[in-house]
């Protein structure tokens, strides 16, 4: 049994698809702070075969040791759950601390006490802060965290390698770019709580009329058309690197303890080339203007993708228009 934490949220829904259809068993864990339970209903349509689900605040200790007891078949993590929203832990440090570290502290307590144990761990780009070579390569410095957001992925990454030393746990940290898009189905998709703080889904709810129009983030960085530059990867094909990665682990393939890789397209793409392609893909045209920029962003961060390639055997398969087309696809199903 695989346990995946926050797999009722963005990509723990769309990776727990990909685990259930390469016949994996999977129990659910999530809070519902940041997810729906429909979610469940959505996984459920898209594979016929409805997970286990526990509703549990990974901080609980005692809750976590018991989901432990009740599960011995649990053989691996693929830990999601955490507040991810760069900005909001910028205002509230000790949520971001409390809550992303806790719970994988936990969890490690739980994975010690097995004989042989394996973790997936939802990193991130952000590690990287400004990258000074493109694309970045897994060898590239972590650079100090510019929010208590970040910090927490650093944080956490070096609490699993830590702990690998000392324990019969094998992991691998996944450092993801720029996830977007839904699953074909538009059975589930991103559900940002309140006003999206990410490019993808403000542009779709500004396509359906939700929003006035896009705040384009600085058009004065020094980039070939002044906008900042990104890997956005389909969320199906990040999923499917997660059942690559734990069954790395599963059929020990793993070279060292403690494995880690970048997970993107390795293609860098502007917000003005996004809304472009947006436009040209669905032929709605998107009302934005630009403003100021944002604080704390990078100008540019895409992956090298050769790491992941080589030996995850993995490689980003959806093109750029398919995952805006479907992100188009699933705002149009919240919206009927
Ligand atoms: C992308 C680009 C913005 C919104 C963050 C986190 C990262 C991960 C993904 C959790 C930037 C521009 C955005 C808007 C805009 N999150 N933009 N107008 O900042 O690259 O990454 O989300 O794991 O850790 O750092 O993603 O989608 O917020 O921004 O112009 O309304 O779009 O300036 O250049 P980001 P994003």
């Known amino acids: 049994m ?40 959505g996984i459920t349509a898209i594979t016929k075969s409805r997970p286990k689900f526990l509703q549990l605040d990974l901080k609980d200790k005692c809750g976590v040791a018991q989901m432990f007891s009740k599960y011995p078949e649990i053989k691996g993590i693929i830990h999601f759950a955490a507040s991810k929203a760069v900005g909001e832990s910028m205002e509230k440090p000790l949520q971001y601390y409390e809550n992303n570290i806790v719970p994988l502290i936990n969890l490690l307590y739980e ?22 070579e493109m694309p970045i390569t897994e060898e590239a410095p972590v650079q100090k ?10 944080m956490g990454e070096d609490i699993i390698t830590d702990f690998a030393k000392v324990s019969t746990m ?10 977007i898009g839904a699953h074909e189905t538009a059975y589930i998709g991103e559900l940002p709580n309140g006003v999206p703080q990410n490019l993808i889904p403000y542009i779709t709810q500004t396509a359906v009329g939700k929003r006035k129009e896009l705040s384009v983030f600085g058009q004065d960085y020094q980039t070939p058309d002044g906008t900042c530059i990104r890997d956005y990867i389909h969320v199906v094909d990040l999923a499917k690197a997660h059942v690559k990665a734990l069954e790395r682990l599963l059929l ?42 944002r604080e704390g962003d990078v100008m540019e961060a895409y992956a090298s993708t050769t790491k ?5 055997g993995w490689k980003a398969e959806l093109s750029l228009e398919e995952a805006l087309n479907s992100a188009w696809m699933w705002e149009k199903s919240l919206n009927k």
Request: aromatic content about 6%.
């Open 2 to 41: 695989i346990l995946v934490t926050g797999g009722l949220g963005f990509i723990g829904s769309h990776t727990v698809v990909e685990l259930q259809q390469q016949g994996h068993e999977v129990l659910i864990v999530d809070d519902l702070s940041n997810a729906s339970l429909s979610v469940l209903d």
């Open 111 to 132: 994975l010690g006490k097995k004989e042989k144990s394996c973790l997936i761990f939802s990193s991130s780009c952000t590690v990287y802060g400004q990258a000074m």
């Open 145 to 154: 965290a510019l929010s208590p957001y970040g910090n927490t992925k650093q």
């Open 170 to 179: 094998d992991a691998i940290l996944l450092r993801y770019f720029n996830p």
């Open 252 to 293: 020990k393939k793993n070279i060292e303890k403690v494995e880690c890789f970048n997970i993107g397209t390795g293609k860098g793409t502007s917000v003005l080339e996004i809304i472009k392609t947006f436009e040209k893909t669905t032929g709605v045209v998107l009302n934005y203007k630009i403003v100021e920029r």
């Open 308 to 312: 992941a390639n080589k030996m995850l």
